[in-house]
């Protein structure tokens, strides 16, 4: 005799029950409106973007998947007149004007523009654009990845953005938020910003500083770019790098040492020869100890002594930059390193002449004679930081990714 169950309603089930309410849930599933899943047409390419629009080159470090570039070119522009090149790197349409940014600038007419003072961030939409379309593999591995239906690329960007004006990041911030798009490559990229990060110029470097001597309590950081010189100390207190005390000299970078050397020889033994600027700063970035060569075209001299002449003349006109060595000396004395980093100290003659500058028990007359109480400054306190010209950039590598992770 087959037993069965009573349950709690009452209902005594048979042999065929659980086949039946199999069977009507079945149906009822089937009965249900179905809710379609919606393609997101609105999937965006994430790319990583770090950059610093420097006096004289924009340096940037962009990342796409597994992409990476580095990207250096002149910080200076032209709005062209007419057409452009739509493939060439560094051109682009934004708005309704036509770019060229970097050396391409030089093959065309129109208004200049260059990143120096208020540039670097009046036009900062223009030289973020300038990194991007210099970024051509990128933008293109991008556009192969277009979305079907849709004519435009889509590109988030996620950027960190070194300056020394950190007290116009909100500037910053809406400047680059209000691009919405661009056309390069006969391609037309919209852009929306996924995050910005502000950091001060000479933060890649000071946290290179930072993995050489993990039990610092401060890290020094001497910075000498196209347009200014920055002194920098951060604290590491807290266990991360706290800026806790900035010096910045205007005229304190290459630029204006170049532009003393070009007056200081002409003005000497070289009138009726030209001089070019470019030439000059070539001939301190390839120099050697003691040796600065300059090709005058009829011959290749030494300058280095119009070199330290030159310096010297620096140094008298600028007391920014007296002042700013003074907060350097100081740090030397309490026995802090010092480290040098930018394009500028990229010289060596520079790195030089600077470090002896520092070290001298009297910067004013180097032949004094030395009392007993004179404080012999530790050249090995002064630190040259390898690759200095693009550490700021390559520096940052060391930071988590601002890209959420999945």
């Known amino acids: 005799m087959e037993l069965t169950t009573v349950h709690n309603n009452g209902f005594v089930p048979s042999d065929n029950t659980e086949i039946l309410i199999e069977q009507l849930a079945q149906e009822t599933l089937q009965n249900q409106p179905q809710v379609k899943t919606k393609r997101n047409r609105n999937t965006f390419n994430d790319i990583e973007i770090t950059f610093d629009s420097g006096a004289n080159q924009t340096k940037a470090w962009v990342m796409f998947g597994e992409l990476t570039q580095m990207i250096h070119f002149p910080s200076r522009a032209r709005i062209v007149e007419g057409d452009i090149s739509p493939d060439n790197i560094g051109n682009f349409s934004y708005g309704d004007t036509n770019y060229a940014v970097g050396k391409s600038a030089d093959y065309y007419q129109g208004e200049w523009l260059e990143a120096r003072e208020g540039n670097k961030i009046d036009y900062l939409d223009i030289w973020f ?9 990128l933008l293109l591995e991008a556009a192969k990845k277009r979305k079907q239906g849709s004519n435009n690329i889509k590109i988030r960007c996620w950027v960190r953005v070194l300056t020394l004006a950190k007290e116009r990041k909100h500037e910053i911030e809406k400047i680059l938020k209000d691009i919405q798009s661009f056309t390069f490559a006969d391609c037309t990229f919209e852009i929306v910003i996924g995050a910005i990060e502000v950091l001060p110029e000479g933060y890649g470097s000071a946290i290179t500083a930072w993995n050489k001597d993990k039990l610092a309590e401060r890290i020094n950081i001497l910075d000498m770019g196209g347009g200014t010189l920055s002194y920098t100390s951060y604290s590491t207190e807290f266990g991360e790098l706290d800026c806790v005390e900035r010096t910045i000299a205007d005229c304190g970078g290459i630029n204006a040492i170049v532009a003393t050397l070009q ?16 030439l000059l700063e070539k001939a301190l970035r390839t120099s050697k100890s003691k040796q600065v060569f300059y090709d005058f075209g009829s011959n290749i001299s030494n300058i280095y002594n119009a070199f330290i002449s030159a310096m010297n003349d620096w140094l008298k006109i600028n007391p920014q930059v007296q002042q700013l060595l003074k907060n350097v000396r100081f740090s030397l004395m309490n026995g802090e390193k010092v480290y040098l980093t930018g394009g500028g100290f990229s010289c060596l003659v520079i ?11 009297n910067s004013n007359t180097a032949k004094k004679r030395k009392k007993a109480d004179d404080i012999t400054l530790d050249n090995n306190l002064i630190i040259p930081l390898e690759d ?6 390559t ?12």
């Open 263 to 278: 007056l200081s020889m002409s003005s000497r033994d070289n009138a009726g020869i030209q001089l070019y600027p470019e």
């Open 388 to 393: 200095c010209h693009t550490l700021n950039i």
């Open 129 to 137: 654009l300038g990194v991007l379309t210099h970024a051509k593999k």
């Open 351 to 361: 790195r030089e002449f600077i470090s002896e500058y520092l070290i001298k028990a």
């Open 395 to 406: 520096g940052l590598k060391e930071l988590p990714s601002l890209i959420p992770q999945k």
